[in-house]
C-alpha cells in the first residue's frame, strides 16, 4: 500500500511539472480561471476547490469524493472541480504546484487553508471544522 502511494505521489509531480511547463509555452485565454477565482466573491457560501487531472491516479480518488460532497453539502457548501487538463490557466491564476489541490475559501473568497496531495472525505470535513465552518 505504502509503494502504490509513493507511485500515486511521484505521478502527481511529474504530471504537475509537464503541466506547469506546458503553461510556460502556452498562451491560454484565463477567462474560464479567472471567472471562477473570481466567482467566490459573489455567494455567501464557503467553498471547495479541487484542482487535479483526469489521468492522475489520486485524482480519480478525489472524483467520487467530491461528488459526494457536492451532493451532501448543497446550499451550505459550494463545491467545485478543475481539471487543469481542460482549464491549464487554472495552475496559475491559483498557483497550483501539485494535483491534486483542495483549496478552502470561506463565504468571501478569502483562502483558508490549501492542502495537496489527496485528502479523504472524512479530514475535508474535519478541516471545515478546525476552520470554524462545521458541515456536520
Known sequence: MTRIAIVAVLAAAVIAVVVLKNNESSSVDSGSAQAQ?????????????????????????MKPIITELKAAYAGRLEVESVDIGKDPTAVEVFKIRMIPTQIFFDASGNELYRHERF??????????????????
Open 37 to 61: 477565482a473570481n466567482s467566490g466573491t459573489a455567494t455567501s457560501l464557503p467553498r471547495l476547490m479541487e484542482f487535479g487531472r483526469g489521468r492522475c491516479t489520486a485524482c480519480k480518488a
Open 119 to 136: 485528502m479523504s472525505r472524512k479530514d475535508i470535513v474535519a478541516k471545515w471544522k478546525e476552520l470554524g465552518i462545521p458541515l456536520e
